[in-house]
């Protein structure tokens, strides 16, 4: 299987709730939980509940546009339900040489220390 075939991911069982996660924030497009692995003492990953062909951000097109936008103001409800709206980083790891592990689109939002630039 090719790491971006389109798959079903860890991330649909998350959905389902059929492995647990710390859930942050949840609407009827959106679901944001807590990274297992946290490389800040906040890091939450915010996902679209139906992928719709987003394995990852360079897969994206038009029809795309809306569930975009919601995952982006999903991530500031997160930072501003975790305090840390003083400053935050929203990353998107998209393909094999950004080191993205799981294709289904995710953003991480982190914070909650300095958080520098530029990232390595
Ligand atoms: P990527 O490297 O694809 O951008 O990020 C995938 C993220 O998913 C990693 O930070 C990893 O720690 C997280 N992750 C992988 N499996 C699980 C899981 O089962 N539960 C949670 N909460 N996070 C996971």
Redesign the pocket.
Same mark, same amino acid.
């Given at each position: 299987v090719n790491a971006d075939s389109g798959a079903p991911t860890?991330f649909d069982k998350?959905i389902n709730k059929e492995?647990p996660?710390s859930i942050v924030y949840e609407d009827g497009k959106v679901l944001a939980?807590?990274?297992?692995?946290p490389q800040a003492p906040v890091h939450v990953?915010v996902i679209p509940k139906f992928r719709d062909g987003l394995t990852d951000l360079g897969k994206a097109d038009g029809r795309h546009e809306e569930i975009l936008g919601q995952l982006l103001h999903a991530a500031k409800i997160v930072a501003e339900k975790e305090g840390i709206l003083d400053g935050f980083r929203v990353v998107i790891?998209s393909g094999p040489s950004a080191?993205?592990?799981?294709y289904h689109l /995710?953003l /991480?939002v982190l914070g909650g220390r300095q958080m520098n630039w530029p990232p390595g």
């Open positions: 860890i998350i492995i996660s939980f807590r990274d297992i692995n990953l790891n080191c993205q592990s799981v /995710h /991480h």
